[in-house]
């Protein structure tokens, strides 16, 4: 069974692959614009020390988001459990 959880909720340093972005709105749009699409791999670089905003990695580039835009993103882990 794939465990599952949203982008704001992964560890630093952990990689993951977009299952969904929730939402039909002008951020879900945007998201997608980003590449943030079901089935991209996505690497947690680093989180602001008060914890937000969060820097990814995906498509070769890197992406800061805030919890309240990665957190409408549903992943699910890479070959390992979710910590």
Not at 14 to 30: E, F, L, M, P, T
């Amino acid at each position: 069974m794939t465990q599952t959880t949203t982008l704001d909720r992964v560890p630093r340093g952990v990689s993951v692959r977009v299952v969904a972005v929730d939402g039909a709105d002008a951020i879900a749009r945007r998201l997608d614009d980003l590449g943030l699409r079901e089935g991209v791999r996505v690497e947690v670089l680093r989180r602001a020390p008060l914890g937000d905003p969060t820097v990814f990695e995906l498509h070769g580039y890197q992406l800061c988001l805030r919890k309240g835009e990665s957190g409408r993103v549903r992943v699910e882990s890479i070959g390992g459990d979710l910590a």
